[in-house]
């Protein structure tokens, strides 16, 4: 174990920086109207603080940048794809590796292998690429999670835990051969960052064995999870980040991972399974949407600090205590004043709870859409809509889903931003807050089919 600080002071010093600019409101109000009205459409020349995503927005280290320079291009056999595979055999576990673009690229190939037209997907709360590929092919997401994880403002240290009552329901319903894999996410995103126990994914995996259903992770913030089953969970408070991870994916068959996230570079992804035969087909597929099966969807430079990204990630426990630990500031310096939000704090970013901040505006109205775009125009911070607009219509009645959970979130990059950031942000948040009564609501200019809160636009009602 490590010397313990009493503070999360971060584990590094700052060797190069990237200016940003403060511009003024009149800018932003034309700015955000331009974009329709959504943060996605912004120009990030136009934003101060951005909070939109922690997806590729991690600062690299200086032993990554190195890795860039000796990455190896070549199209067969590259050697920084046998480092990332070491990499990933070694912290995650999995012989099989088969490297994507990105996420999505991960989920896209199983998610074809696997599911059959008419098949159940049961996860615990959907994330919407995931559900966008298991839908595509032509399977029906059944959400597992604990019904804690849809309540904003109860405290609950797993709100990410499978609900194994409503699983086995599903088994006893459809019957285990119409349910391909369960998907079970790590520090669940769309609830918040919240972290599932070991106890819950043991017990989730052990049920899943009884009925030969495999366990595929969403691997993606496995890292922060396993910084919160060593806060919070019996047992683990004198066991490594590093151990922690290895026995989460000890619990499944296989994981899909966006590595733009925990592991540190700002591209790449992959698949990794035990199963050699699924590994054989997966590289099929790979050969024909991604690239050959040494490189899939990333440069060989791209492979050989992700390689690097994965073993720090894990090499002390001090680069998750203080990614957490920022986060946790941002958190509490809202919560003293009053702004309403998800609680535990979550692990990669604060979800204000637009429900409850916007009460006056109808959830057709999409609040946490507006109240993105007040923030931004308060302060140039940008975040993300994580409601209505993301939660899609149903395809069969053609409604919106009416989530409950209509959030904003603002997510913090890794190792990005510092301290007084965060207090700018907090600042910011509760000016907006206290003004909340001139926040109005928004209606469609423009809907995309899927995935809709991409691109499209609003105007004010
Ligand atoms: C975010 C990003 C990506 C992501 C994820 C989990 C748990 C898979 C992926 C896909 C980017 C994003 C994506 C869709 C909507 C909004 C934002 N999450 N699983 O900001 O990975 O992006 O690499 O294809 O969080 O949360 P990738």
Redesign the pocket.
Same mark, same amino acid.
Request: no cysteine.
């Given at each position: 174990m490590e010397q313990r600080r009493r503070s999360w002071a971060e584990p590094y010093k700052i060797k190069m920086v990237e200016p940003i600019k403060m511009t003024t409101r009149e800018h932003r109000e034309k700015a955000i109207a331009d974009a329709g009205f959504n943060s996605f459409l912004l120009r990030s020349d136009d934003v101060y603080i951005d909070l939109l995503?922690?997806?590729g927005t991690s600062a690299m280290s200086d032993n990554q940048w190195a890795g860039m320079m000796l990455g190896d291009e070549a199209y067969a056999g590259s050697k920084s794809y046998y480092h990332l595979e070491e990499a990933v055999q070694e912290v995650y576990g999995y012989p099989e590796l088969i490297p994507t673009h990105?996420?999505?690229?991960a989920?896209h190939i199983l998610s074809q292998l696997l599911i059959k037209p008419g098949d159940y997907v049961p996860g615990n709360m959907y &994330?919407?690429? #995931?559900r966008f590929h298991q839908e595509h092919a032509g399977g029906i997401f059944v959400d597992v999670i604990i019904d804690e994880a849809h309540m904003p403002s109860v405290e609950h240290p797993f709100k990410g835990n499978v609900d194994l009552a409503k699983l086995q329901r599903l088994i006893d319903d459809v019957g285990a051969d119409q349910i391909p894999y369960i998907s079970v996410?790590t520090n669940v995103?769309m609830a918040g960052g919240q972290p599932l126990s070991m106890a819950n994914l043991r017990a989730t995996y052990g049920l899943c064995k009884k009925y030969d259903i495999p366990v595929m992770l969403?691997a #993606?913030?496995a890292v922060e999870n396993a910084y919160f089953i060593q806060q919070r969970e019996g047992g683990y408070e004198d066991r490594s980040i590093k151990e922690i991870v290895a026995e989460i994916c000890s619990y499944s068959d296989g994981a899909t991972v966006?590595s733009?996230?925990d592991n540190l570079v700002n591209i790449g992804?992959f698949l990794a399974v035990r199963d050699l035969e699924l590994a054989t087909r997966a590289r099929a597929m790979l050969v024909q949407f991604e690239g050959l099966h040494t490189y899939g969807g990333m440069s060989g430079r791209d492979m050989e600090a992700l390689a690097r990204g994965i073993h720090e990630m894990v090499d002390t426990d001090d680069h998750a205590r203080a990614r957490v630990g920022q986060v946790e500031y941002l958190g509490n310096a809202l919560l003293k004043a009053g702004v309403p939000l998800v609680q535990p704090i979550g692990g990669h970013g604060i979800f204000l709870d637009a429900a409850a901040i916007l009460p006056h505006i109808p959830q057709d109205q999409f609040p946490a859409q507006a109240l993105t775009a007040a923030l931004y125009v308060d302060s140039g911070v940008r975040g993300?809509e994580r409601g209505n607009v993301s939660a899609g219509r149903n395809p069969e009645t053609g409604d919106h889903r009416y989530p409950k959970l209509e959030l904003v979130r603002m997510?913090i990059p890794r190792r990005v931003y510092t301290q007084a950031h965060m207090d700018v942000t907090a600042e910011s948040v509760v000016e907006v807050y206290e003004n909340r009564a001139r926040v109005g609501g928004l209606k469609f200019t423009y809907e995309p089919q899927e995935l809709r &809160?991409f691109q499209a636009r609003f105007e004010k009602i």
């Open positions: 995503t922690d997806s990105q996420g999505r690229g989920e &994330f919407t690429t #995931t996410e995103n969403d #993606t913030r966006s733009k996230k992804g993300m997510a &809160f």
